[in-house]
């Protein structure tokens, strides 16, 4: 138990800011976390998991305002807030908070651009609340981590519902009581379990997170009430999910230290703890050729723990579990070099020659090694071997996406789906979030025929 | 951890069962219990919890194909799911399996009367399917109770997830796997803060679980997949919000030991705990009379120690905080005779004789108290002093409402609503809900004017 006001100390915080109280090189990591969310989004779009969701929910659509990123659908905003936060992570390609592993945009993104549609906002608007979302989501994410996600909580979820209502809040102008209001009511649907890693559910989390925020926003907005004390009374969300409860993380430093600049955007189409693999397997093979890759005889791994646990699959049987395995990601870097949504397909999974090599990989845990390291000792046919450390892999803080490998991302992953001309306008839109309407890019991101179609 | 397949058996169970093995005993139960509930969601209809509710949520309404019960608007399923849960909690009178203090019909029935109004089905699959959500959620509930509850979940939200998923899902005709995903999905988004009592939030849990059980049958049912072992997996349900997993509880005697049988109506519009404290002063009033009750010196009560921890306020200042005031209800009883909706309005509580003498209520916890229990000592002016100990109160397992009582109860909520002719015309069609449309009682509790106008 703690006697300071969490609560309301944050909500007056979230209501009191300007956009011009967020500096300079915060709010260009803010476009660029919505540039890595967008083209995440699009490039998910035609998976089958939204294909799914949509079957469920579309009947129960309201008026169809929101647009589904990427597709023709369109839906009222509580449910595009669901689906496009389902898309935008199904490919486990998102941004991540390190500290915490929370992908954050998914919750926020995806809650407040379908608001976007709903009630009209400037783009400067847009950002600074996308910001604000963010930065809540992750300092309660700290306050918690790692008890709570240990225990078993997708942090994405639980986290993420209360930066959609954050967000959300603060775009409808919530007065400090119904901002606590809407904190409460986040916490109150706080949800997400681990357990549904590897399934279509894990993408639902910052979904159902995307849609319960806006949902707390709207609810405390027409004057349902809650809690004025949700995250840190004594049966609030802290005490009850985690026995860890750090309140400096939440309060301390308040509009000079931000977590939103320290959003990482992934260069690899799979959980972030593989990356440090699949970037000393690349490695190995621009340094060796794809010759000697042919001559291996066995790749030892020496990883934090985590990596055996969230990602140990050692037989995947499909595209998705193959995320999940740290034998199939090494074994596609080093047959294929490839480690972007093309390496995570059922077809590639079940290609003879990767099974052969994904059966040599073994992975050891070092309690001693950092979760963005790795040390990899590959051994050939000729007994000779190769040692290579990764001390940070591609797209953690210290080695970045530059904007540029942002955008091959965005476009690679994005001209998939709605082919190379859309995602290339789409992107530059994407660029100029500040000074167009939010709205307009969501509506650019459907594919022509179906915009022309609908005009 | 367990090895025991626990969703795997419970999803074989709900799949396989027919309308016959269903004992005729229960089966009465469940009709009571339906009729409970309806009596409940009608008398909170008008309440402003609902007003705030409806204002939030409608504008993003699909096909109003439901009915917002005792009201004139219409939503969609998934919504009116949300809204008649919240209106069926919101008096705080609705029904409770005593051994986990799950208010079992609020999730459950408000999804299914909902989904009745979008697909067809017959009174006795609804009355089966309505059974089969009661049995699941109380199981589960069982399996975490007390430690689940007392780390701070309101169970009611937390275990009603599963409840409307398994009613849902058995209407919809799910495949077993399915069963399992929609089991999971309910896991996933088991939610809700004992934090949130004594605000709107807390009646929010029960509709927010209808919502989200329909949800995830929805979505099973469409192919959206999930974990197969939800409930039981290391960072399932039951090992994440609890430290107390009792999976006998669960898969013991299934079929045979109906805890839905076990389900109990409350005489009073207010937390259970404070029963027993209503029942005695009640009591005390018959005996003594207006005019002694007058010459009340002090009241002391001693109580198992949830009461004071549930209801402890000392000082209401509106309805809704008078029911968490067991200083307010036994004051209210002993003055007025009154335990119904009309002793927890902001007037009533306001009343100056009603706050002298709930000034004079004094609460002691004894350990050794049942929650059932109370024993109350008043003294007088004059020095003399009465006892009364009041073993189990009306309501209670060993005291049930009869059929009347059940009736009288439906009958003063709903006329507050709707008027007395159309409350008791309801009430014939509920009792007789296995041969009778279930979208038809839903659309005959709606008030006349609107039905007209409609028509």
Known sequence: ???????????????????????????????????NWLGCAVGGADHETVDAALRAVSPFSGPREATVLGRTERLDPLHAALVNGISSHVLDYDDTHLKTIVHPAGPVASALLALAEHREMSGTTFLTALIVGVEVECRLANAVYPHHYDRGWHITGTAGVFGAAAACGKVMGLSQQQMQWALSLAATQSAGLREMFGTMTKSFHPGAAAQNGLKAALLAEAGYDSSLQGIEALRGWANVTSEKQDYDEVLGELGSRWEAALNSYKPYACGIVIHPTIDGCQQIREEIGADRVAQIAGVQLYTHPLVRELTGKTTPQTGLEGKFSVYHSAACALLRGDGAPTAFTDEVVRLPEIIALRDKVQAETDPAMHEASVRIVVTFEDGSTLEKYVERALGSLERPLSDEQLEVKFTDQAALVVGADLARDLLAHAWKIESVDPAAIARASVPATARAEAS
Chains 1, 2 share one sequence.
Do not use: S, Y
Request: zero cysteines.
């Open 1 to 35: 138990m703690t006697d300071r006001k969490v609560t309301a100390e944050l909500a007056a915080w979230i209501v009191a800011l300007t956009d011009a109280d967020i500096p300079a090189e915060v709010r260009r990591e803010g476009v660029r976390t919505f540039v």
